[in-house]
């Protein structure tokens, strides 16, 4: 062959390539997850050139002013209308800019602002060798109770690598709701698991429990993440597309121009049930629903009580986002499908919850499967299939998502020779010795029981109520008798620490720094103001109520 026959081969295979047009990139729009990802960048920089004995309070630093400004951008994108009239699909498709979006990106950037503040905290523990510690290992890499871990101690260093985690994490959880098509959801997905899993494994104390919980919390998130792109992939054969919008599209029989390859498996039922449940089953995963929630407690118990109460929060946030905009975005046509299988999880979630919290005997297991009970609940709202349904979630995650940051923080300052006393006989007459501890964590225990007054109260009330419009009234009688259930549990720790005797050898309670004291203080509030006057919030969940296709 010819030289200027091979170089005509070469310009002919070549000129298509001048028409592949530049990405149209909605920076402003995406700002919120771009602050967040470059401090986290910045993040890992300062762990790699800034001093050891500085990294601390330059972590902190940037990981405040980051949620801060990421939080500021919320603000003015829901300002400038992107949450009502100027609502629409950016990045090409890939991450929708709405109401609840902007909505959900607000409530998990403030939840993880608080949670934050209980990592930084270093007051709790006693001095090691004259260095103050935190609630994270001197060095994460060293086998538990082994001489490099001692020396490492002793030297009084700390994994200050826990704050820019925790804002990886928090950039996938705000992609993880707006996600406009799967495979955008499932690098978001991985994005924020994979450092939860880290994170999970840096316990002080308990090394070898809480380097268990990571590996459940891994393996069981791997296998979720995998039947997720397989269903994926199933939907993608279904519809030709991955996006959001024609997937919708085909469901509803509007079919468009297809790919030749793809029109032999299009519009097959079977691909779209099968792609659908595995793709909500690992999303059901992530929010602790029952059948899938058994790595809940485990990892609640094992892993650091910061990293727990901001994954209880956040993850959940994100979780229960990406799980609306697939049913109500992506699969309204299937109603009749899906609403069936909701019903059942959840009902089972929300009994097997509440019942099962009865029989535990550590507060942070008790507060897990708590959590599995709270899943059951705002599952109704879901089931709802009205614009109602999307605001009580809303409502009922940004009430949620304060309340357990603060619990977590209350049982962080309880503790003993060993670290945390969790078990619960430890938390005898704690209203005796100290009476604001046991008061602020009764609040708490009040709200997740769903008292009157309090945030819980509303946020059940507006679940409650979607869920008997949209049709689902008997799911509201289970709920009601779920939650008289769930309040036993609750009722019991506020009377074993107000009504029985302190013992002598019990714990103390530590005295935290202005940071922890912030951390209980918002959530405080938070679950006094959304209790007592929750009108305004309701209203601006309403208005953030509606996805955009």
């Known amino acids: 062959m010819s030289a200027a026959a091979v170089h005509s081969l070469w310009t002919t295979a070549a000129d ?18 771009l602050i967040v990802v470059g401090a986290a960048i910045v993040g890992v ?20 002013v980051a949620l801060c400004a990421a939080f500021a951008a919320v603000v ?11 609502a629409h699909i950016a990045a090409m498709g890939a991450i929708a800019v709405d109401g609840p979006s902007l909505f959900l990106q607000g409530t998990i950037l403030l939840s993880a602002l608080v949670g934050l503040f209980t990592f930084a905290e270093r007051r709790l523990d006693p ?78 104390r308990k090394r070898l429990m809480s380097q268990e919980a990571a590996v459940k919390y891994f393996l069981l998130g791997a296998f ?19 996006s959001y919008t024609t997937i919708a599209r085909v469901v509803e029989g509007n079919v468009p121009s297809v790919d030749p390859a793809l029109a032999n498996t299009m519009g097959n039922d079977a691909l779209l049930l099968i792609g659908a449940a595995m793709v909500v089953m690992g999303l059901l995963f992530k929010v ?34 990406a799980l609306l905009r697939l049913l109500y975005v992506v699969l309204p046509g299937m109603r009749w499908d899906w609403r069936p299988v909701m019903w059942g999880v959840a009902i089972i979630t929300m009994l097997g919850g509440a019942i099962v919290a009865i029989t535990q005997t550590d507060i942070k297991r008790l507060l897990a499967y708590s959590s599995i009970a709270h899943a059951g609940f705002i599952l109704a709202g879901v089931i709802a299939t009205s614009k109602d349904g999307v605001s009580s979630v809303l409502f009922y995650l940004a009430a949620y998502s304060f309340v357990t940051i603060g619990a977590f923080a209350v049982v962080t300052l309880v503790r003993d020779a060993g670290g945390e006393a969790t078990h619960l006989s430890k ?17 708490f225990l009040l709200a997740f029981a769903g008292i009157p007054l309090t945030s819980g109260f509303a ?42 005797e302190p013992r002598p050898e019990g714990p103390t309670v530590a005295v935290p720094s202005p940071l922890t004291m912030t951390a209980i203080g918002v959530g405080v509030a938070v679950t006094v103001v959304l209790g007592v006057a929750p009108q305004y919030f309701l209203d601006l969940a309403n208005q953030a109520g509606v996805f955009v296709r």
């Open 16 to 33: 298509p390539i001048a028409k592949i047009g530049a990405p149209k990139i909605e920076y402003g729009q995406l700002s919120p997850t």
């Open 288 to 321: 602790g629903a029952v059948p899938f929630h058994m790595w809940t407690p485990d990892v609640y118990q094992g892993a650091p009580t910061p990293v727990t109460g901001f994954m209880a929060a956040a993850t959940k946030v994100a979780a229960f986002g």
């Open 45 to 64: 920089l300062v762990e790699a050139f800034v001093p050891r004995r500085s990294r601390y309070y330059a972590q902190v630093f940037v990981s405040v």
């Open 459 to 500: 946020g059940k009330f507006a679940v409650f109520k979607a869920a008997a419009e949209g049709g689902a009234a008997p799911l509201v009688v289970i709920g009601v008798i779920s939650s008289a259930v769930a309040a036993f549990f609750y009722i019991r720790v506020i009377v074993l620490m107000f009504f029985s």
């Open 127 to 204: 001095e090691a060798h004259g260095n103050r510690v935190d609630s994270f290992a001197a060095q994460a890499s060293s086998v538990p109770g082994s001489d490099s871990e001692k020396a490492a101690v002793k030297a009084g260093f700390t994994t200050t690598e826990v704050f820019p985690l925790l804002l990886f994490a928090v950039a996938g959880m705000l992609v993880f709701p707006s996600a406009n098509d799967l495979l955008t959801l499932f690098v978001a997905l991985e994005v924020f698991s994979l450092p939860l899993y880290l994170l999970c494994a840096l316990a002080r």
């Open 76 to 86: 003015a994108l829901a300002a400038g209308g992107y949450g009502t009239t100027k």
């Open 224 to 242: 979720a993440s995998a039947f997720t792109l397989f269903g994926i992939a199933l939907l993608y054969g279904y519809a030709g597309s991955v």
């Open 427 to 443: 938390w005898a007459g704690l209203g005796r010795r100290s009476p604001l501890v046991a008061a602020v964590f009764a609040v």
